[in-house]
Nanobody, 122 residues
Framework: QVQLVESGGGLVQAGGSLRLSCAAS????????MGWFRQAPGKEREFVATIIGRGSNTYYSDSVKGRFTISRDNANNTVYLQMNSLTPEDTAVYYC???????????????WGQGTQVTVSS
């Protein structure tokens, strides 16, 4: 079992930055691929980024590539999402999730955090 707790969400103006954190329990954190997803009201949960293993492999959705950076600290069981140049279209609840294998499909992830709200004002 893996328990995930996100933090770092909030209200920011367009063009601003936020850094999300996701703290994980368990001694096998490094064996999981970690993903960030987001869900806006009335929309399906959307892939944002994923990071595998020690962090050498990262993947992003086209909508965030070049603006967001996913990273992980396996010693502290934490994954981060640095979000820069935020736009109102980035407004959503952001979730971190864990899976044994690489995937961009939220249905492949086994463990989820409770989510953290990110609101970007224009």
């Amino acid at each position: 079992q893996v328990q995930l707790v996100e933090s770092g969400g909030g209200l920011v103006q367009a063009g601003g930055s936020l850094r999300l954190s996701c703290a994980a329990s368990g001694r096998t954190f490094s064996s999981y691929a970690m993903g960030w997803f987001r869900q806006a009201p009335g929309k399906e949960r959307e892939f944002v980024a994923t990071i595998i293993g020690r962090g050498s492999n990262t993947y992003y959705s086209d909508s965030v590539k070049g603006r967001f950076t996913i990273s992980r600290d396996n010693a502290n069981n934490t994954v981060y999402l640095q979000m820069n140049s935020l736009t109102p279209e980035d407004t959503a609840v952001y979730y971190c999730a864990a899976t044994r294998g690489y995937s961009r499909d939220y249905r492949s992830y086994d463990f989820w955090g409770q989510g953290t709200q990110v609101t970007v004002s224009s």
